[in-house]
């Protein structure tokens, strides 16, 4: 699983084979914690990041929903931009 981006210690990651894994998403991963976001809502479906780092995550997820969501109907890896 290709990483996509970093900030503040969260790892952005993403499948790119969308017929095995369902709706469009990334993975967060901090420390030993990981979140599943869903790219169109941005809410976390799974997992067991803390608060903050699941609003640092929908705030960075927040400014290239577009670009996440390209990558994943094209399963073309792109290189984002950390939070800033």
């Known amino acids: 699983m290709p990483v996509i981006a970093?900030?503040?210690?969260?790892?952005?990651?993403?499948?790119?084979?969308?017929?095995?894994?369902?709706?469009?998403?990334?993975?967060?991963?901090?420390?030993?914690?990981?979140?599943?976001?869903?790219?169109?809502?941005l809410e976390?479906?799974?997992?067991d990041l803390p608060a903050r780092a699941q609003r640092l995550v929908r705030e960075w997820a927040s400014q290239y929903q577009q670009e996440l969501l390209r990558m994943w109907q094209t399963n073309e890896y792109a290189r984002l931009p950390g939070l800033e």
């Open 6 to 41: 970093r900030f503040y210690g969260i790892l952005i990651k993403m499948y790119f084979s969308q017929s095995e894994h369902g709706k469009p998403h990334f993975h967060a991963v901090y420390a030993e914690f990981n979140g599943v976001f869903d790219v169109v809502t």
């Open 44 to 47: 976390m479906t799974e997992g």
